[in-house]
């Protein structure tokens, strides 16, 4: 049996590892001159950037990343510090008042009246999830206090890139369900790089083959069946496709899509597809600006939703001495045409929230269409199949249930192989 | 070199000029100091730099 993968990015190469070990002929092919998509490292000055993802798997080593890594044989090391994660509480922001709250105890600022009610919802809904609105919608109804709001936000910001607004209420506690579950975050060593570059190395090692700089310009389709790839007008056959670029871009590589009415219903589905934005600023520090190698959620600030220090973990993603720093935060929509008004928001918070502290501002990145945050932002996602047989979607495009970042481009990864290899694989 | 509209200031493009010819915020935009190598156009996950003409 023969795979192709379009795509490189860290979904492509999960995929590639598992099927190459599994006896599949796997070739990955490439459009970029690199490997890794939106989960590798860049080098700036000696501090390790990241394309897209923060260095952090949001459920750390046992979370279902590190376990699709360690199935497939991949070499990479995940650490977790325990109990590292932090709201940032500011009672004056002006002044830099401010309390960090452990994350797990975050109700320790409500009022009495709410603490009580926050105890009750927080029993009542790991039995009955509540469903059929916002996050930001149920909030209101059942602890409506502007902290609360902020630390919604802050959470869905930095796990979603959306506001708690635009974030279904299942989707929140799938992942709350998904953090009792797992656990909380980790660091791979050598930031997002180590995972991908890994992921590659048992590719070849199992025979598959990884090209780049090969743009696939369309997904061979017969009698409603994925079978190649046109590159460079010369036809790649293969018996399944395996598409990294999500759903709407894989579609435009099917030129000869069926006319079906459940290909016509596929493609209403594409349009409800809404990909996420936001903007990562980077901070070359000459000082430990958080000291610890966790999260720190920053409810108070304007834009900046929170902020890591990986360095603190792998002190070699930043030159010696130095501490590298990632702020993540949210871009609405209809913000997208005001996105360097929005970094200097973002900038401004990180003055508030870290005076007098040495540091200097790297690179401010932005993502959203084309180049999203998610492909796929939560509540948009269609899943990891396609009407045409054989050709299937997987990375931050087609995620599954409660799945944060890439430990969703994992989850959906695992459930294309259960039906490509069936289940229990 | 030159950014088109599909630049959406990932700054990828940054790290591979080897001339630092490249200033990202928002979007990328390319200095004089540019010396037309292509180079970063390699690795544009947007197609957004074009030869200059």
Request: glycine share 10%; net charge negative.
């Amino acid at each position: 049996m023969k795979a192709i993968v379009i795509g490189a990015g860290l979904g492509g190469l999960l995929s590639a590892a598992k099927l190459s070990g599994e006896g599949y002929e796997v070739e990955v092919f490439e459009r970029l001159a690199m490997i890794g998509g939106r989960f590798t490292n860049f080098n700036i000055n000696g501090y390790q950037l990241s394309t897209g993802a923060l260095h952090m798997l949001p459920h750390g080593p046992t979370g279902p990343l590190a376990q699709l890594i360690k199935e497939v044989n991949a070499d990479v090391v995940i650490k977790r510090q325990d109990d590292t994660a932090f709201m940032r509480i500011h009672e004056d922001l002006e002044k830099g008042i401010y309390k960090d709250v452990p994350f797990g105890k975050f109700g320790s600022t409500f009022s009495a009246w709410n603490r009580i009610k926050l105890a009750l919802l927080l029993i009542s809904t790991r039995k009955w999830s509540p469903k059929n609105c916002s996050l930001g919608e149920w909030i209101t109804k059942n602890l409506n206090m502007p902290v609360a709001h902020q630390m919604a936000d802050s959470f869905c910001g930095w796990a979603l890139s959306l506001k708690a607004a635009d974030t279904p209420v299942e989707e929140a506690f799938e992942i709350f369900e998904n953090l009792y579950r797992h656990g909380g975050p980790g660091v791979p060593i050598g930031g997002c790089k180590a995972v991908t570059d890994a992921l590659a190395n048992v590719v070849r090692k199992n025979g598959g083959n990884i090209e780049t700089k090969t743009e696939i310009t369309e997904i061979l389709v017969e009698n409603g069946k994925a079978i190649g790839v046109l590159i460079d007008g010369q036809r790649h056959m293969s018996d399944i496709v395996i598409s990294n670029i999500g759903h709407p871009f894989t579609n435009d590589l099917c030129k000869d899509a069926p006319t079906s009415p459940q290909y016509k219903q596929y493609l209403d589905k594409i349009r409800t597809i809404k990909p996420s934005a936001g903007v990562k600023i980077c901070l070359a520090a000459n000082e430990p600006l958080i000291g610890h190698g966790g999260v720190l959620f920053t409810p108070s600030a304007k834009r900046v939703n929170g902020i890591n220090e990986v360095t603190n973990i792998d002190p070699k993603l930043a030159p010696p001495g130095k501490h590298l720093v990632m702020a993540h935060q949210t871009v609405q929509w209809d913000r997208i045409p005001y996105l360097e008004e929005e970094i200097d928001l973002g900038i401004a918070d990180l003055e508030q929230i870290f005076p007098n502290k040495d540091y200097e501002i790297i690179l401010a990145q932005s993502y959203y269409d084309g180049w999203p945050v998610n492909r796929s932002s939560s509540g948009t996602d269609i899943g990891n199949t396609t009407p045409i047989e054989g050709l299937y979607v997987v990375g931050d495009g087609a995620k599954g249930k409660g799945g944060i970042e890439v430990e969703g481009v994992a989850m959906g990864v695992k459930n294309t192989m259960n039906i490509i290899l069936g289940e229990g694989n | 070199m030159k950014i088109n509209d599909n630049c959406v200031g990932c700054g990828q493009c940054t790290a591979f000029c080897k001339i630092d010819a490249i200033i990202v915020k928002s979007k990328a935009h390319i200095t004089d100091a540019c010396v037309n190598c292509g180079v970063c156009a390699a690795y544009c996950p947007m197609k957004a730099i074009e030869a200059d003409e």
